[in-house]
C-alpha cells in the first residue's frame, strides 16, 4: 500500500509543504479517489503513528509514514470518500484524534475575491478574521487572513502548542486570501499568523480583521465568541434619522472611555458601568452626543488610543466586544448619541501588526516619502489599494453596523490629503500632476463617505482637518469629500491664543475673536474646546492669566462664547470640576437646546449679525443670533476684559422686551454677581447705527444672552370697549350660525 500511496502522491508540492512553501496545501493533501481506493495524507510532526479511522462504521486503517519528517499517507478501500478522523499517536503514546483540514472546503467564495479585489466588499469582516462556526456539521473556527506575497501562512495558537507545520493555510488564487478552517478551536483560543516572506524570514503576525485581541501589551488575537446581543436601542435608532438635517442642536461632550472619572472620583471598571455613569451624567448635563476617544484596542498609553492596532477589537481594557454593545445600548436608550474617533491616516508600528505584514509593504506605501508619518512615525495607508480602501471601509462599516454606533470622527484628515504634511522640501513626492494632493487618499474619503451616506445617511461624519481644504463639507455628488462636519481647528486656536494673553494686550489681537466669522459659512464647522485643545478643567485654568478667580470667569465666557457662535459644539469638561461650574454648563446646554436661533441657521447668513464688532479697547463683542423670527432673537454681549459696566448702551434690531436669559457673572455659576435681573425696555435712542438701544450692566470677564419679545401695548377704554363690541358681534354670528346648522340638520332628518 506505501508504494501504491507514493505513485499518487505530488511529491515536489510535498517537498514545498514539509519546508514551508507550499501556498495552497488543499490540493496537494485533500483526500481524493485514485484507482483502488482514496487517498488521504496528514504532516503530523513528531507523530510516531498515524491511524484513519471511519467515523460512520469505526474500522481503522495504518498510515505510512511517507517521509521522516512526519509527511503520512494511506489509501482507503473506499470508492468514495469517507467521514474520517486521524488518530495520531507520539512517542510516549499518547493518542490525540484530529479531522482532516483539507477534506473541509474553501469557505472564500469566488465572489467573495471579486468583490474584495474590487474593493467593495464592505462586509468582509464577515469572512476574513476568525469566525466560530458550524462547517460540514463539524464545530471549529475558520481562518482568513490577505497575504498575498506570502510564501506560505500558517494558523498558530495555544490549540497547537503555537508549531504552524500542521497547519498551513490555504491561498485563494484570485485575491491572495489565505484561509483554513480548524475544527474544535473554540471562542477564547488565543492565535496569531506565522506568515513566511519570499526572504525567507517568518514573522508572528496578528489578525488585521481580530475582532478580539487580547490584553495589552500582549498582541495575539482572541477567537471570538458569536454574538447574541439584543439591542434595546429601537426608539433611539429611529430619532436619530433627524440628524440628516442640520438645523438641529448638536452638543458633544467627549470623553476618554478609560480615564474618565464620576464627579465622586469613581473610574468605571467595565463598559456597563461606563455606559451607566457616563448616560446619568451626560443627560443630566443636556448633551446630545459622546465622542469617544479610539476604542479600538491599542498597545502605546501615551497615544491614548490615536495610534491603532487592532482596528476591529474593542479594547480589552473595560470588557469584550458583548460589553461595548450594551454600553453604547444603554447611552441610545438615554437618548445619548455615541460617537467614535476613527484613524485611517496611521497605524502602529508593531512589529505584531500592519506593518510589513506579508514581508512586503503591503498596507503601506512603498515610497519612505509616503511610508511614515512624519510626526509620530507611524505608518500611513496605501489608499491606492482596493484592498487596503476595503479594509478600512469594512472597518468603519463594522462600527456603524454591528456596534449601532451614530458617527466617526476621522483623525489627522490632513495628514491623508497632503503629500508633504509635516515634510520639508525634498522629503515628499508630489502627485503625478506635481502637486501635494494625495489623489487616492481623496478617492477613498469619497468613496467612504459615499457609501455611508448612501447606507446611513443619518450617521454624522467629521474630519478633523487643520488645513485649508476647500469645500470638505460639500457633497461627493459635487465631486467634493462629502463629510457632514469639520472640526474648526482655526477658531480653536486663535480663540485659545487670545484668552492666553493678558487682559490688559488683548485689545490688540482682537481680530482672533472675530476672524472666524469671516469663514464660518466655508463648510459645516464643529467648536472645539475638548480634551486636546485645553486639557481638563485645570488645565485650562493654567492656560490662562490672572487672578484664580479672573481664570474661573475666562472659562465660563470661553465655553459661553462656544455655545452662541455658529457651529454645532464640542466639549470635555470633566465631571470632577466643580460643582458651579457643572451648573454653568448645564445652563449653557439648556440655552442651546431650547434656543432655535443658536442652531437653526448655523450654516446661513441670516443666522448672526454683527452688532458691536469693533470694540476692541473694551475687548467686548456684541451680536445677534436670529431665526428670521424676530420673537426668536437672541441678543449676546461678550466681554474679555476684567473691568465691568454699570450702564453700557447696545444698538438692539427691534423695540420691545429684553430679558437677560442667561449671565455668566451669576452668583450660582461662581460669578460676582453683576447681573440684569429686570427686563430691559428699549429706548429711541440711537447706537450702534440703530435706532433703537438698550442700556445694561456688563459683567466682568463675562457673557450674558437676552431674549427679545414685542411689547404688549395697553388697552385703554374706547378701545376696550370697541375690542368688546367686536368680541361680542363675532359671538352673536357664532351663535347664529350654530341654530342655522342645526336647523338644517333637523329638516334633514
Known amino acids: 500500500m506505501k508504494n501504491q500511496a507514493y505513485e499518487y502522491m505530488n511529491w515536489p508540492r510535498i517537498e514545498g509543504i514539509l519546508y514551508g512553501e507550499e501556498s495552497s496545501p488543499r490540493d496537494v493533501m485533500q483526500p481524493r479517489t485514485v484507482p483502488g481506493g482514496v487517498l488521504v495524507q496528514g504532516y503530523f510532526p513528531g507523530a510516531a503513528k498515524v491511524t484513519v479511522r471511519n467515523l460512520k462504521s469505526g474500522q481503522k486503517f495504518p498510515m505510512s509514514l511517507e517521509e521522516e519528517a512526519g509527511y503520512f499517507a494511506a489509501i482507503l478501500p473506499y470508492k468514495r470518500i469517507p467521514s474520517y478522523e486521524f488518530l495520531v499517536e507520539n512517542e510516549k503514546g499518547q493518542t490525540e484524534r484530529r479531522r482532516d483540514l483539507y477534506s473541509f472546503p474553501s469557505l472564500i467564495t469566488e465572489e467573495d475575491e471579486k468583490k474584495f479585489c474590487a474593493g467593495i466588499y464592505y462586509e468582509v469582516y464577515k469572512k476574513l478574521g476568525a469566525h466560530h462556526c458550524m462547517h460540514k456539521g463539524v464545530e471549529g473556527t475558520s481562518f482568513a487572513v490577505w497575504a498575498p506575497n506570502a510564501l506560505h501562512v500558517s494558523v498558530v495558537g495555544d490549540f497547537n502548542q503555537w508549531d504552524g507545520r500542521g497547519t498551513l493555510m490555504h491561498r485563494c488564487p484570485m485575491s491572495g486570501i489565505y484561509e483554513l478552517f480548524i475544527p474544535d478551536v473554540k471562542p477564547g483560543a488565543l492565535y496569531k499568523y506565522e506568515i513566511k516572506g519570499k526572504g525567507g524570514n517568518t514573522i508572528l503576525k496578528a489578525d488585521p480583521y481580530g475582532q478580539q485581541s487580547e490584553m495589552p501589551p500582549a498582541t495575539a488575537s482572541v477567537v471570538p465568541k458569536v454574538s447574541d446581543f439584543q439591542w434595546e436601542d429601537q426608539k433611539w435608532m429611529e430619532k436619530r434619522k433627524k440628524y440628516v438635517k442640520k438645523n438641529v442642536p448638536i452638543s458633544i461632550y467627549e470623553v476618554n472611555p478609560f480615564q474618565w472619572m464620576t464627579s465622586e472620583g469613581e473610574k468605571p471598571d467595565s463598559y456597563q458601568s461606563l455606559g451607566r455613569k457616563l448616560a446619568e451624567y451626560v443627560s443630566e448635563m443636556g448633551y446630545t452626543h459622546v465622542e469617544l476617544t479610539p476604542v479600538m484596542e491599542y498597545l502605546d498609553e501615551k497615544s491614548s488610543g490615536y495610534v491603532t492596532f487592532a482596528y476591529y477589537s474593542p479594547s480589552r481594557r473595560l470588557g469584550e466586544a458583548e460589553d461595548f454593545k450594551e454600553m453604547v445600548s444603554i447611552l441610545h436608550q438615554a437618548g445619548v448619541g455615541v460617537i467614535l474617533d476613527w484613524t485611517p491616516a496611521q497605524f502602529s508600528n508593531a512589529g505584531a501588526g500592519l506593518a510589513l505584514f506579508d514581508g512586503t509593504c503591503l498596507y503601506e506605501p512603498e515610497w519612505a516619502e509616503r511610508k511614515f508619518h ?48 509635516g515634510r520639508r522640501d525634498g522629503e515628499w513626492l508630489p502627485n503625478m500632476y506635481g502637486t501635494n494632493e494625495n489623489l487616492d487618499a481623496m478617492e477613498f474619503l469619497k468613496h467612504l463617505n459615499s457609501i455611508v451616506k448612501k447606507k446611513m445617511p443619518e450617521v454624522l461624519l467629521i474630519a478633523q482637518e487643520d488645513g485649508l481644504w476647500p469645500d470638505l463639507t460639500d457633497s461627493v455628488e459635487n465631486d467634493h469629500l462629502g463629510f457632514d462636519y469639520k472640526w474648526s481647528g482655526g477658531w480653536t486656536k486663535d480663540f485659545l491664543n487670545y484668552l492666553s494673553r493678558d487682559s490688559a494686550v488683548r485689545g490688540k489681537y482682537h481680530d482672533e475673536l472675530t476672524l472666524s466669522m469671516l469663514y464660518a459659512y466655508c463648510e459645516e464647522y464643529v467648536l472645539t474646546l475638548a480634551s486636546r485643545d485645553v486639557g481638563n478643567y485645570e488645565r485650562f485654568l493654567k492656560r490662562i492669566p490672572g487672578t484664580d478667580k479672573e481664570k474661573e470667569a475666562t472659562v465660563r465666557v470661553a465655553y459661553g462664547y462656544l455655545m452662541t457662535h455658529p457651529g454645532k459644539k464640542m466639549q470635555a469638561m470633566d465631571a470632577s470640576a466643580p460643582a458651579y461650574m457643572q451648573e454653568y454648563v448645564k445652563t449653557l446646554n439648556q440655552l442651546y437646546r431650547s434656543q432655535p436661533a443658536l442652531y437653526q441657521k448655523d450654516d446661513e447668513t441670516e443666522g448672526f449679525e454683527w452688532i458691536q464688532l469693533m470694540k476692541a479697547k473694551e475687548h467686548i463683542i456684541t451680536f445677534l443670533r436670529k431665526t428670521g423670527k424676530p420673537e426668536e432673537t437672541l441678543l449676546v454681549i461678550c466681554n474679555f476684559s476684567t ?17 437677560e436669559v442667561l449671565n455668566s457673572d451669576h452668583e450660582k455659576f461662581g460669578g460676582s454677581g453683576v447681573t440684569n435681573p429686570r427686563i430691559k425696555m428699549s429706548k429711541k435712542v440711537e447706537c450702534d447705527e440703530r435706532n433703537a438701544s438698550i442700556t445694561v450692566k456688563v459683567p466682568p470677564l463675562g457673557i450674558s444672552v437676552y431674549a427679545f419679545s414685542r411689547e404688549v401695548k395697553k388697552v385703554t377704554g374706547n378701545q376696550g370697549a370697541k375690542r368688546s363690541q367686536k368680541k361680542t358681534t363675532r359671538a352673536g354670528k357664532k351663535n347664529l350660525k350654530d341654530e342655522l346648522a342645526e336647523k338644517i340638520r333637523k329638516e334633514s332628518e
Open 643 to 659: 473691568a465691568a459696566y454699570d450702564n453700557y448702551s447696545v444698538g438692539v434690531p427691534y423695540a420691545g422686551k429684553y430679558k
Open 374 to 421: 512624519p510626526v509620530w512615525g507611524t505608518y500611513l495607508y496605501k489608499y491606492g489599494s482596493p484592498m487596503v480602501k476595503n479594509f478600512l471601509i469594512a472597518n468603519a462599516w463594522y462600527w456603524l453596523e454591528q456596534f449601532h454606533v451614530d458617527g466617526l470622527r476621522m483623525d489627522d484628515v490632513d495628514v491623508m490629503l497632503y503629500l508633504d504634511y
